[in-house]
């Protein structure tokens, strides 16, 4: 499957957002910053022609300026918690346009992370395919 | 019977055919078969691949992009952004959805006779209705296949008094895998592309798969034909063109797509072609409970609250896999992570209902949808409801996807909830089952086409889809759109 092309910087910017989604922790397996998780994420977008990945990255970076809670550094700059505060106040933003989109990307980093099979055998969830062979 | 795979036709082509039949979806598929039964040369178009149980390895990342139109990403715009998943692929979103098969409701078709002219027209479907079942084997879902989700839902309402039963599916040999919407890896679910797709091959008909219809061609307001490019698995056109030469075109699309190959057919005339769409908001919530449930077990999709449906709300059972149950948890980073390591306690249940709203449907395909403030009131009903119930249930936390109201611990979330102002904006929405695009009455002045299917605009042009709706049907369509298809087919067949 190809993947969406994206500069150092964008790429930088996606690691940091997917960390923010879903880090390292609470018992489970890895994070969404994993090597296999963005590609994942690259590849779906890849799939579903959204070419403007590169572009919304770079307009999340830019966010902490824009949107409270306000920060003088670039999202891919800040702290986790931070990052983690900033994507929660886009989501429960009033503004539908800005949660519609960090919506989207909050399922789609979650769609990519938690298909991983170490993921799913942490959460106790079996294979559909073992649970209830073909 | 014949399949062939657009991708692998090298120059361009062209096919005669008595009727050209667009979609293998719930209309398409049950259209192609009973007209190739009663002995019509049939040729049918598809955009997507033809995938079957065994290339379905229940897994979301991989099977969204193989069988989702859009990588399901397709949403209304207006006051809300709404996604409208549906498939693409032989068997259209029969292959996606969960196999719940209703008759419409009374009060739907009372509406219909009374403000479109659709005099007995349950009547009239009765027998395809009957016809359809037979041939999907449509039965309530055996107890135990009820997930633990669903019997704790059932408990939940026998204490409250509701009343609400299992949900008729088509799935005679199901065993619960509960991945009916990324297809059913043991065909089980009689989806078109294991039902009807094959009987209409069965009974001669050829079938082109990674086909786009383009446009139907029409002379003298007739039609002549459809015009299709072709495209290869993954959408992408191969620049080799169809033609299939045929004096009966059905059109079978899907509500979101057949009233733009109308409109670039330059049939949208009337002015009801493209608007008039309704859809099923939904949103599904969420809740916690204090043991172990493993609510992935059964059928996802299995218990039905009928309660409601007078006021248009209707609420059913709903599970997800990992990766679709977390993006509906409120919030991100390890708080987020935590909750959702308690997935296994966790289960949750659908509240939908039937919009008075009207959305539209332009020529590029842009879906706009402006949802009305007694839907929206309507919506967060649906939502407290399925809350309620959920609290009866046990939950210790319910999560209803309202902005604002992310985490409910009790009753006095839950009258806030209640009571607190909500946009349309603020659920996390998805809608399904669009409709209405091509709606059909007695008469022009009131929609598309006739109660026939045959358009208005055009001789030889038939609807066979969800867009024949004239509003919503009060449940989930499908078993309505396919006994819509029969009667379509058989006019055509006899005239």
């Not at chain 2, 082509?13 to 979806?25: F, K, S, Y």
Request: charged residues 20%.
């Amino acid at each position: 499957m190809s993947e969406i092309r994206l500069s150092p910087g964008e790429a930088a910017i996606l690691r940091a957002a997917l960390e923010a989604a879903v880090p390292a922790g609470a018992g489970l397996p890895g994070s969404a910053a994993d090597d296999e998780v963005e590609r994942a994420v690259r590849a779906f977008c890849a799939s579903a022609g959204f070419s403007a990945l590169g572009a919304a990255l770079r307009l999340l970076d830019v966010s902490p300026f824009l949107v409270p809670p306000l920060r003088l550094r670039r999202f891919s700059k800040l702290p986790l918690a931070d990052r983690v505060a900033l994507l929660e106040a886009h989501e429960s933003s009033a503004f539908f346009a800005r949660r519609a989109a960090v919506h989207a990307f909050k399922q789609v980093a979650m769609l990519a992370y938690y298909a991983r099979p170490d993921v799913e055998a942490a959460l106790g969830y079996p294979s559909p395919l073992v649970r209830v062979p073909r | 019977m014949s399949v062939v795979r657009g991708a692998a036709i090298a120059a361009d082509h062209e096919l005669a055919a008595d009727v050209a039949v667009i979609g293998t979806g719930a209309g398409g598929a049950v259209a192609a078969a009973e007209l190739a039964a009663a002995g019509a040369r049939v040729v049918v178009l598809e955009e997507g691949a033809y995938r079957r149980g065994a290339d379905f390895d229940a897994r979301p990342l991989a099977m969204v992009p193989l069988l989702y139109r859009d990588n399901g990403l397709q949403a209304a715009v207006g006051n809300a952004v709404i996604p409208i998943p549906t498939g693409r692929c032989v068997g259209g979103t029969t292959t996606i959805n969960s196999g719940t098969c209703y008759r419409a409701l009374d009060t739907a078709f009372a509406k219909w006779e009374r403000e479109f002219g659709l005099v007995d027209l349950a009547q009239e479907l009765a027998p395809a209705y009957a016809r359809v079942e037979a041939a999907i084997s449509v039965a309530p879902v055996p107890e135990p296949l009820l997930g633990n989700g669903e019997r704790l839902a059932a408990e939940a309402c026998r204490r409250l008094g509701w009343r609400a039963a299992a949900i008729p599916r088509n799935a005679a040999g199901c065993r619960g895998t509960g991945v009916c919407a990324f297809g059913c890896p043991r065909d089980a679910k009689q989806a078109t592309h294991v039902s009807y797709v094959p009987r209409a091959l069965e009974a001669g008909a050829t079938l082109v798969t990674g086909a786009r219809a383009l446009r139907i061609e029409t002379e003298g307001g007739a039609a002549t034909g459809v015009a299709a490019a072709l495209v290869d698995d993954a959408g992408r056109r191969t620049g080799k063109r169809l033609r299939v030469r045929a004096g009966r075109v059905v059109v079978a699309a899907g509500a979101l797509a057949t009233p733009v190959l109308l409109a670039r057919s330059g049939l949208a005339r009337g002015g009801h072609v493209g608007r008039h769409l309704h859809i099923h908001p939904a949103v599904r919530v969420l809740a916690l409970l204090e043991e172990r449930i493993a609510a992935w077990e059964g059928v996802p999709q299995a218990w039905h609250v009928a309660e409601f449906e007078r006021e248009g709300i209707f609420l059913q059972g709903q599970f997800t896999p990992p990766t679709l149950h977390a993006p509906n948890l409120p919030g991100f980073g390890l708080a987020h992570k935590e909750r959702m390591a308690a997935y296994a306690r966790m289960t949750s249940f659908g509240a939908l209902i039937s919009d008075a709203s009207e959305g539209r449907v332009l020529a590029n395909g842009a879906v706009l949808y402006w949802m009305r403030r007694a839907d929206v009131a309507k919506l967060r009903r649906a939502v407290a409801l399925v809350a309620r119930m959920l609290f009866a249930a046990g939950a210790l936390e319910v999560y209803p996807g309202v902005r604002r109201h992310a985490v409910l611990r009790g009753a006095a979330d839950l009258a806030a909830l209640e009571a607190g102002r909500v946009r349309a904006a603020d659920f996390d929405m998805m809608a399904f089952h669009p409709m209405g695009t091509a709606r059909m009455a007695a008469d022009a002045a009131r929609g598309a086409v006739g109660r026939d299917g045959a358009l208005f605009a055009c001789r030889g042009v038939h609807v066979a889809d969800a867009s024949l709706l004239p509003s919503s049907c009060g449940v989930n369509p499908q078993l309505t759109i396919m006994a819509l298809a029969t009667r379509v087919a058989q006019r055509i067949a006899s005239a």
